[in-house]
């Protein structure tokens, strides 16, 4: 691609700039497997807990709030940009919540994708609801889609996901703890996913130097567990304080 990397070393690549626009930058076909954990849309003035505090729920202009007509047409949009340059055998992960999610899986299936599971991640530790109105919001949803086409033949590393669990087969709801602490010892992202769920769903998904695509690359984790289980990447940022964070993270051992 002619657009020059904010940062190349190692197998790992970073982009400055539109997702949109520097997908179309990509190779057509060029990517293994994408990982993506898009804005909310949620910053809208509102309160949540955090550490046991009561803290504002903006994240950045890059999470304002729009309609849902927005909100639809921005998820058609970078979801037609990923499948042009995924290749045929390969699967995108979406993460998301009841914000966004519906409208996602909708426009999966309006492009030309089949899902094949909708999983559950359960947080073991989810903060409380203060407003004691609703029930606590304790899980997020992912959805794993291939190409629905004749000829696609996805990857699935059965073997490897039942070791990890005791020797059964892997169910489709995944119980984790939110980020930890030492993961966010270079800096915090408002939306930053752990590690263990990254190292499964690439474990899941891929194989040794396959390269990876997080098209919103945020803190980098999605880089940081393909680095370290010696697969390709490439993220893809609008926000350079979080592209700094992502390189810190790099470089200060490749496993934080």
């Known amino acids: 691609m002619s657009k020059k990397f904010y940062y190349d070393e190692d197998n790992f690549k970073l982009l400055h700039g539109d997702t949109i626009l520097l997908l179309k930058k990509i190779e057509p076909q060029s990517i293994d497997m994408i ?7 949620l910053s809208g003035d509102g ?8 803290v504002s729920v903006n994240k950045g202009k890059w999470d304002e709030k729009r309609s849902i007509k927005e909100k639809h ?4 949009r970078w979801i037609r940009a990923c499948k042009n340059v995924l290749n045929d055998n390969g699967t995108i992960w979406i993460s998301g ?10 426009v999966l299936e309006e492009e030309g994708f089949k899902i094949l599971n909708n999983i559950t991640w359960k947080k073991l530790n989810p903060p409380p609801n203060i407003s004691c109105r609703t029930f606590v919001h304790s899980t997020e949803t992912i959805l794993w889609a291939k190409k629905d086409i004749s000829k ?3 990857k699935f590393n059965y073997d490897v996901m039942k070791k990890l669990n005791n020797n059964k087969q892997m169910k489709d709801v995944w119980e984790t703890s939110l980020t930890k602490p030492s993961e966010k010892k270079c ?12 190292e499964r769903i690439i474990l899941a998904s891929t194989d040794e130097n396959d390269l990876i695509l997080d098209p919103f690359n945020g803190s980098g984790t999605t880089g940081i567990v393909a680095n370290k ?10 926000e350079k304080e979080y592209l700094d964070l992502t390189i810190r993270r790099k470089e200060s051992e490749g496993n934080v």
């Open 229 to 238: 289980l010696n697969r390709k990447y490439i993220g893809i940022e609008k």
């Open 47 to 54: 309160i949540t807990c955090s550490g046991g505090k009561m």
């Open 97 to 106: 919540t009841m914000h966004n999610i519906y409208s996602i899986g909708m």
């Open 187 to 198: 800096g915090k992202h408002p939306t930053q996913k752990p590690i263990e769920l990254l």
């Open 35 to 41: 990982f993506a954990d898009p804005p909310y849309f």
């Open 152 to 154: 696609a033949k996805h």
């Open 73 to 76: 047409n921005f998820n058609k």
